[in-house]
């Protein structure tokens, strides 16, 4: 599916007609008006396909901005590059409807392509990491449950319920050698500590010697809630 363009073509700027031409001409291939649903109706769209998915896939980080500001939702976005996904390959479109300005030369930039591409390095991610699990593991064992002691890259293939379930205490001392996918998950997040409400400034340490408590089990959060 395309979208419709947010403007019609007469009221853009000058100099962004300028752009848009150069990057159908060099780039994507794509021409202004073309898409068949009309633009105003994008957060329907979106909120209709992503409906029950916990998390979204994005390349780079102004995407990932983009899709934030317009679904605003609980929804867990990851931009791959941060977990290391290589530069998109360029690929002649001879296939998708959309390609409709042609240049022998032009090597276009199809999202259709890229996103087959991404799912593609998605899947093989995951069996490598499949294979390292039972790495991650026997190292975590053998540092007798001290996962504060576990390496970034070897913490990073520890699937999230297995933290919760045998190092949820360790969750906030080890929180920046977490994926980006585990720091931006809620349940994570609540199992750090509340630096919110008991620090140096908004407590008296004199009067509080126990060790902080976690975001989920803090009664003052639990009233700024209600």
């Known amino acids: 599916m395309l979208f419709k363009p947010p403007f019609k073509w007469d009221e853009l700027p000058k100099q962004y007609k300028t752009m848009h031409l150069w990057l159908t001409r060099n780039y994507h291939g794509i021409l202004w008006d073309a898409g068949e649903i009309p633009y105003d109706k994008l957060n329907d769209v979106l909120h209709i396909i992503l409906k029950g998915v916990g998390y979204i896939y994005v390349k780079g980080l102004e995407k990932k901005k983009w899709l934030s500001d317009i679904i605003k939702e609980s929804k867990t976005i990851i931009n791959l590059e941060n977990l ?20 022998s030369s032009i090597m276009s930039h199809c999202a259709l392509e890229n996103v087959k591409q991404l799912k593609c390095w998605i899947e093989k991610r995951a069996q490598m990491q499949s294979s390292s699990i039972g790495r991650s593991l026997e190292l975590y064992y053998q540092l007798e449950e001290r996962i504060e002691d576990m390496k970034p890259q070897d913490i990073a293939y520890l699937r999230k319920d297995f933290i919760l379930k045998f190092a949820p205490t360790k969750i906030d001392r080890i929180w920046n050698e977490l994926p980006e996918e585990l720091q931006s998950d809620k349940e994570m997040i609540a199992h750090r500590r509340c630096r919110k409400n008991y620090n140096p400034i908004a407590i008296d340490y004199d009067e509080f010697d ?9 009664s003052i959060c639990k009233e700024d809630k209600t």
């Open 210 to 218: 126990r060790m902080i408590p976690l975001i989920k089990d803090c």
């Open 84 to 103: 290391g996904c290589p530069s998109m390959k360029n690929n002649e479109i001879t296939s998708c409807p959309y390609h409709e300005y042609r240049k």
